[in-house]
């Protein structure tokens, strides 16, 4: 849905994934049109965006899941993608450092994605450097994805982390009980990355997208991000269609 929005092959968007109600397919298109979201997306340079709902709710999150989905797997833009699902990690996560779960698995990826660059630019050792990743020292995993965004030299990556909210403290799961400051430190480590990104003349573009934290979550991490997020319509709307809710820039 968001493709085709977009401009992309309807066709090719998330029927086999989400069964999307034209309701929500009306919410993409709404997101689409913000103009902070087509600035992340389209415009050049690197940039931290968090789209999230008014209130986060279950069934407000397989939605924007379905936009990352579909996102991360555009294949016509030059653009190369990780992603990071928190409600499917749930079981990973558990009383682990979610810090080191989440910036290890993006750390992979980010090595499987761009792994001839970074062999060829850098002489990288990425059977080697993977089995250091598993030691899961958290400054280690923080030093070879800046070193892996410092040796590519052009392109863009786009990183996307879905349903943060998930990793709330005091969130109740059955896995365990998740800590604010071991999401708030990955987080201000992707916004110190962009930063570092949008200094350097040359070198990858990075292009962060965050869905669902809770305002006192997003609050808790301390770090400048543009925000959209979906909120009720004032006046006299309809409640249960398109237009009871808009898409509002923070």
């Not at 968090?50 to 797997?73: D, I, K, P, Q, W």
């Not at 598993?134 to 982390?161: M, N, P, Q, T, Y």
């Not at 400051?181 to 990355?193: G, I, K, N, T, W």
């Amino acid at each position: 849905m968001i493709n085709a929005a977009l401009g992309g092959d309807p066709g090719k968007a998330l029927p086999y994934i989400y069964s999307v109600d034209g309701f929500w397919v009306e919410q993409i298109f709404a997101l689409a049109r913000n103009t902070a979201f087509r600035k992340w997306r389209e415009e050049s340079g690197s940039k931290f965006l968090v789209v999230r709902n008014h209130e986060t709710v279950t069934e407000s999150s397989s939605f924007l899941s379905g936009v990352c989905y579909a996102l991360s797997h555009e294949q016509d833009r030059g653009v190369r993608s990780i992603a990071f699902y928190c409600g499917q990690h749930l079981h990973i996560a558990g009383n682990k450092d979610l810090y080191q779960v989440l910036m290890l698995d993006l750390t992979l990826q980010l090595l499987e994605a761009f792994g001839q660059e970074l062999l060829g630019q850098c002489g990288v050792n990425l059977a080697s450097l993977r089995g250091q990743l598993h030691e899961k020292d958290g400054g280690l995993i923080r030093d070879v994805f800046r070193k892996a965004l410092k040796c590519i030299r052009h392109g863009a990556l786009s990183v996307f982390i879905d349903g943060i909210y998930h990793y709330q403290a005091k969130h109740y799961s059955s896995y365990g009980e998740y800590r604010d400051e071991e999401v708030r430190d990955a987080m201000r480590l992707l916004s110190e990355l962009v930063q570092e990104a949008n200094a350097t003349e040359r070198g990858v573009q990075l292009k962060v997208l965050v869905t669902n934290p809770t305002q006192k979550q997003q609050e808790s991490w301390g770090i400048e991000a543009a925000t959209i997020t979906r909120k009720l319509r004032e006046g006299n709307a309809v409640q249960g269609t398109s237009v009871y809710y808009c898409w509002s820039e923070d």
